[in-house]
């Protein structure tokens, strides 16, 4: 009777499966959005530094010296890429010490890294500068070109600026990739810079953008590095600047020097000790079930393996107060959602107020009526949940595949801050059905003002109606 019932008036029940159609399609796309875009931001921060784990000396978690470094074997790096889980491994040595150019001293991370297998995990290579833009450049690029007034003003505010490709310059002059085709080789010719990556046994360093900038220290020159090493030993050397990189973390581009795995473990007098091994795992849902069995095959005595909550317990903290906002915001879409809902079905039962009056009138108590509307009520919010959630699908697998790349001073502010600029849906999970049964539940809910109408409803009234 109750699906008898819906049907008698399409009109009605296409428009109150609409407003619940929208309500879903829109809920899902959102919250997708928001996990796809926030999940993205993560990955990126965890899998180019931290790493998702790190193998450890089970003291150095406590005490972040190299006095508490382990010993590194290849038989420890073949056994832990071997583990179930595990998608790449990298050996790293960090530690802090003063950097110095003779102008400007400051107090630096070193992180000493095996140049091959980095390229795996952070890449630093792909971050190295390759143009530069100083007063001198700007004005002769501004002497051979024809700029507007803005450029010319956006020109002189990044005359101090690196970068590793000229795409970032488009987007700082505000341009597309082809509007800036036409002024492309003139930038190429006189913003180029000569820096690079290091090699296997380089005794040179990469200094990150701004830190070079603080020392004003520039490829060729050379950077005095002092410390103290292993067990107390002392550091000092001097380093040929090999390159410039742009590193995507701005706290750590004011502080980071690399250089090679050897020529660190010499410099801190490490032998062939390292402080850890980064660990990067293909599924992320696994990351606990992986630590697991490194722990087991690794010994437990010395070794430690940490997650990525354990060693960056501040940017945990920032994931969970960003997750919580995002909540509150869904939270208050959903607010919106329930009162459009509940018009819905007060308008629906408003209109068959007549209806309701005759069909008590002929005999039919009120609860057994009150029970087919829910029902009704039910297969209204199942076909426009159902629906909604068939017509998101294909978006969320386009968008997951080919995400909205964000562009102007958005774009600008996603990179200054690390991050690529684009917004990907997160694939689909849990997230996506629990969305269709929140607002099914809705429905439901939004029936009880309607339905304690129909238990006051006084007949000879609704007969008049």
């Not at 879903?24 to 999940?39: C, D, H, K, P, W």
């Not at 010319?152 to 700082?172: G, M, Q, V």
Request: proline share 3%.
């Amino acid at each position: 009777m109750a699906w008898r019932n819906i049907w008698r008036n399409k009109r009605r029940t296409l428009i109150s499966a609409a407003s619940i159609f929208f309500a879903v399609f829109f809920a899902i796309i959102m919250r997708s959005f928001q996990l796809g875009t926030y999940g993205h931001m993560i990955k990126q921060s965890i899998e180019m530094f931290s790493g998702y784990l790190q193998v450890q000396n089970i003291d150095y978690f406590d005490e972040k010296t190299l006095d508490n470094s382990l010993e590194f074997s290849n038989e420890m790096l073949k056994k832990i890429n071997t583990t179930n889980g595990v998608k790449i491994s990298v050996p790293r040595v960090e530690s802090f010490v003063l950097a110095s150019t003779g102008h400007q001293s400051k107090g630096i991370m070193v992180s000493g890294i095996d140049v091959n297998k980095e390229r795996l995990l952070s890449n630093p290579e792909h971050y190295v500068i390759h143009y530069k833009l100083t007063p001198l450049i700007t004005q002769k690029i501004i002497d051979e070109l024809s700029f507007t007034k803005k450029q010319i003003e956006l020109l002189k505010l990044h005359e101090n600026s690196f970068y590793n490709n000229t795409d970032r310059i488009a987007l700082d002059l505000g341009l597309t990739h082809d509007g800036f085709e036409s002024f492309r080789k003139v930038f190429e010719k006189h913003s180029a810079f000569k820096g690079e990556y290091l090699s296997e046994n380089d005794d040179g360093v990469l200094v990150s953008s701004k830190l070079a900038t603080f020392l004003r220290a520039n490829v060729g020159d050379t950077i005095v590095l002092i410390g103290q090493g292993y067990h107390g030993s002392s550091a000092a050397g001097l380093f040929p600047v090999r390159g410039i990189v742009k590193v995507p973390s701005p706290e750590l581009d004011n502080k980071l020097i690399y250089m090679t795995l050897a020529k660190s473990q010499e410099f801190f007098s490490l032998g062939n000790r390292i402080t850890s091994i980064v660990v990067n795992i293909k599924n992320t849902d696994e990351m606990l079930a992986v630590q697991s069995a490194l722990t087991n095959r690794l010994n437990e005595n010395e070794l430690a393996v940490k997650n990525w909550e354990q060693v960056n317990p501040i940017l945990k903290q920032q994931i969970e107060g960003d997750n919580k906002s995002g909540q509150m915001f869904v939270g208050i879409l959903y607010f919106i959602i329930f009162f459009g809902i509940f018009g819905t079905v007060l308008m629906m039962i408003t209109e068959r107020k007549r209806e309701f009056g005759v069909m008590v009138a002929i005999g039919m108590r009120k609860k057994i009526l009150a029970t087919i509307v829910i029902i009704e009520m039910f297969f209204l919010g199942l076909i426009g949940t159902i629906s909604g959630m068939l017509a998101v699908i294909p978006l969320i697998v386009w968008y997951n595949i080919n995400p909205i790349k964000v562009t102007g001073e958005t774009a600008k502010m996603y990179e200054d801050m690390g991050f690529d600029p684009v917004m990907p849906t997160a694939a689909i999970g849990h997230y996506f059905t629990w969305q269709g049964v929140i607002i099914l539940i809705m429905v439901l809910l939004a029936c009880y003002i309607p339905l304690k109408k129909i238990r006051k409803m006084k007949v000879m009234e609704s007969l008049r109606a």
